[in-house]
């Protein structure tokens, strides 16, 4: 194995899984085992959570300004170590660098936003009658978790852990089995910035770990990303626990092209979007709506994702299975009748021949109602859809059941707003390919794509990781002079 044993994260030391079961963590890039870990159990996060409360209580006392101080210097050390950062994301999720690069960056942007999170949560004060004071403030829920997906091994997670930790509560890591090995750099490092021990926890483990934190009483709060059928099911098995949660599910993103598009900013943001980690994010372009006559931009488009080569500049995807799939829908859909203009089946790279590769593939003549333009394919595919007018654009990206992302293609302001005002999606783009709001502007879509209230970053991030507190004062007894009073 490239790594040693993935192991849970507890009260500050590293500690193998209690089960006898044993999972191999394997690399999309060449199909070898880089890892393994052991099923954790219920007596595992019990020993998690004791260890959580106890430090969560004195980190509470400690003040905002004060706790924010650890992730300064976890930002330093997570800038010194991005080479190291970005070649495990490499091997274990199978990005190409530069991606994986990028997603450390990601993640010490939002290592900077919760530093800045004592500009934010101030509090209020406000006399509200001669003499009578209201004033609010925010306090911790306590110990918390977050369940994160296999595509951003850093990224999702600095999502949640940053801001619940600068907010005060101890948190719970449940990283995905398939990309395990970051989370075991992400605990280092918060232990090298000074965290203290039991703030920060790891628990590995599949389905059953999953259930076993919905099911704790004594976690407040849940976080969830992944896809829609199993972020449903965590929503409603830790809300009737009465926990507090936001579940992220899956998208099918829609980018609506029109003929007055600036052909190369839009060719190079649309495949850029569609083969950008391997199409394995949930803001990648997904359907392409063209609008009346967009041959020649179609044509541009093809020629540049025809310059994209696997394996230098598209990363592999997950699993054999997740290539299966991909494959299967491909397949299915020049079956119904649509034209494969770019073909990414049987892809192969040479070295790397057992490695799991799908290359751009770009599906034309496509109908609204054939699976490959309604369901998430998670993978480099543009399925590209054609209607005569906007509102039958509009029509097709509405009738869809998620709300992620849609982005419009256009040189006409008129035409960009009137789109991104009708677009049932929680994320609008004009011109952008991938429409990730950047911090403080809060992440999070709409429809089958969230459930729950709120983002899972930026300030809306605030509400979810604390509970407010009203206090009403008055110390003169003469001051009362209305009803108010």
């Known amino acids: 194995m490239k790594y040693n044993e993935v192991q849970n994260f507890i009260n500050g030391a590293f500690k193998s899984g209690s089960t006898t079961k044993t999972h191999s963590v394997i690399s999309p890039l060449d199909g070898g085992e880089l890892s393994n870990f052991k099923e954790s159990s219920m007596d595992d996060l019990n020993e998690i959570v004791i260890a959580a409360q106890k430090a969560q209580k004195a980190w509470q006392k400690v003040t905002l300004k004060e706790r924010v101080q650890v992730l300064y210097r976890y930002r330093q050390l997570l800038e010194k170590n991005s080479v190291e950062l970005t070649e495990i994301i490499y091997q274990e999720n199978g990005k190409i660098h530069s991606e994986a690069k990028a997603e450390i960056d990601k993640a010490i942007e939002l290592t900077e936003f919760a530093c800045s999170l004592p500009q934010f949560v101030n509090g209020e004060n406000m006399e509200v009658s001669k003499g009578v004071y209201c004033s609010s403030t925010r306090h911790p829920l306590g110990v918390v978790a977050s369940i994160a997906p296999f595509n951003f091994p850093s990224m999702v997670p600095h999502w949640t852990l940053v801001n619940a930790i600068a907010l005060g509560n101890a948190m719970i890591l449940k990283p995905s089995e398939l990309v395990p090995i970051s989370s075991q750099y992400i605990a280092k490092l918060l232990k090298e910035a000074g965290l203290p ?289």
């Open 197 to 485: 021990d039991g703030l920060f926890n790891i628990i590995n483990g599949t389905q059953s770990t999953v259930e076993n934190i919905c099911d704790h009483p004594d976690i407040k709060a849940v976080t969830f990303v992944g896809s829609t059928k199993v972020a449903k099911i965590v929503y409603q098995r830790a809300s009737n626990n009465l926990k507090q949660v936001l579940a992220l599910g899956g998208a099918k993103n829609h980018i609506i092209l029109l003929p007055d598009a600036h052909p190369d900013m839009a060719s190079s943001n649309i495949v850029a979007s569609m083969s950008g980690c391997a199409g394995q994010r949930c803001m990648a372009a997904a359907t392409l709506i063209a609008v009346g006559n967009c041959d020649a931009i179609l044509d541009k488009l093809v020629g540049d994702a025809l310059k994209i080569q696997c394996g230098t500049t598209l990363g592999a995807v997950i699993s054999k299975a997740s290539k299966e799939r991909i494959e299967n829908y491909i397949t299915e859909a020049e079956e119904q009748g649509a034209k494969i203009i770019l073909d990414g089946r049987n892809t192969v790279v040479p070295g790397k021949e057992n490695g799991f590769y799908v290359g751009p593939t770009i599906i034309d003549h496509a109908t609204a109602d054939m699976r490959v333009a309604k369901e998430e394919i998670f993978g480099p595919v543009l399925t590209i859809v054609r209607v005569k007018t906007i509102d039958e654009a509009l029509a097709i990206e509405n009738a869809n059941p998620y709300g992620n992302a849609c982005s419009v293609f256009t040189q006409s302001g008129g035409l960009a707003n009137y789109v991104t005002e009708n677009a049932s999606a929680g994320m609008c783009g004009v011109n952008i390919g991938v429409p990730v709001p950047r911090e403080p502007f809060g992440f999070g879509g709409w429809n089958e794509s969230r459930f729950g209230s709120g983002d899972i970053t930026g300030k809306s991030s605030i509400i979810f990781f604390t509970k407010e507190k009203k206090t009403t004062t008055k110390w003169n007894q003469e001051a009362g002079v209305n009803w108010m009073s």
